[in-house]
């Protein structure tokens, strides 16, 4: 089974503070990407990858950057929380091809206080 | 960019009963269009999809229809069962090579009443 998880399930940060999301996945995927899910909007994607050291800017950038060191890891990262960033993120991996079914992980609910 | 538009928001149903959740989307250039169902506590899952050279795919209880020239598709589920309660979520693509993000509508929760 492809399985992709995320470091935590909750967390809870403090305004102005860095904040890293990890994601890893086990299935060799070429793609990764970082979802946002809020009520009423569905999920956003933030940012994806296509390959090591990739990245591409998604529909809602801003404030956040990304980081692909390894083919299995990808990282989301918030330089400097605000309160508007308390969401729910999701990472998800899919590989290059025809095929294109993303597989998602369970989800980090952050809160920034 | 790409816009899905998903409705309704909410739909409730009796067990045994079918459901249909509908969405548009504006990009031309989509051509492949996933729904995925996301339970509580549980990232989304990809439960059927379809490609714009198709028009209608079933498997068992779920079907989907797709409509290029209204840019419309849409989700069937027949004899409704406790266990499809969830958030169901439309989504349009251009699968052309390369990573694609998916564009998914605002999500539909589904209740299957006993």
């Known amino acids: 089974d492809v399985k992709v998880t995320q470091s935590s399930r909750y967390l809870v940060k403090r305004t102005g503070e860095k904040v890293f999301l990890e994601c890893v996945q086990d299935?060799?995927?070429?793609?990764m990407f970082w979802y946002r899910q809020d009520p009423g909007l569905g999920l956003r994607l933030i940012y994806f990858?296509?390959?090591?050291?990739?990245?591409e800017k998604g529909d809602i950038p801003e404030g956040y950057s990304v980081s692909r060191e390894k083919k299995e890891r990808f990282s989301l990262i918030l330089e400097s929380a605000s309160t508007n960033q308390t969401s729910m993120y999701l990472c998800a991996s899919s590989f290059i091809g025809v095929v294109d079914e993303q597989f998602f992980g369970p989800g980090t609910r952050l809160t920034v206080l | 960019g790409e816009n899905v538009e998903q409705h309704p928001s909410t739909l409730s149903v009796q067990e045994g009963d079918s459901a249909v959740i509908k969405c548009t989307y504006s990009?031309?250039?989509?051509?492949?269009f996933p729904w995925y169902k996301q339970e509580l506590g549980k990232g989304p899952q990809l439960i059927i999809d379809?490609?714009?050279?198709?028009g209608e795919k079933k498997d068992q209880r779920i079907a989907v229809t797709l409509n290029k020239t209204a840019k419309h598709f849409s989700l069937h589920i027949t004899e409704t069962q406790p266990e499809d309660s969830a958030v169901y979520f439309c989504a349009a693509s251009y699968l052309g090579g390369g990573a694609d993000g998916l564009t998914f509508g605002k999500g539909t929760h589904l209740i299957i009443q006993p």
């Open positions: 990009d031309s250039a989509s051509n492949y």
């Open positions: 379809i490609r714009s050279n198709v």
């Open positions: 299935m060799d995927h070429e793609n």
């Open positions: 990858s296509y390959d090591v050291k990739m990245k």
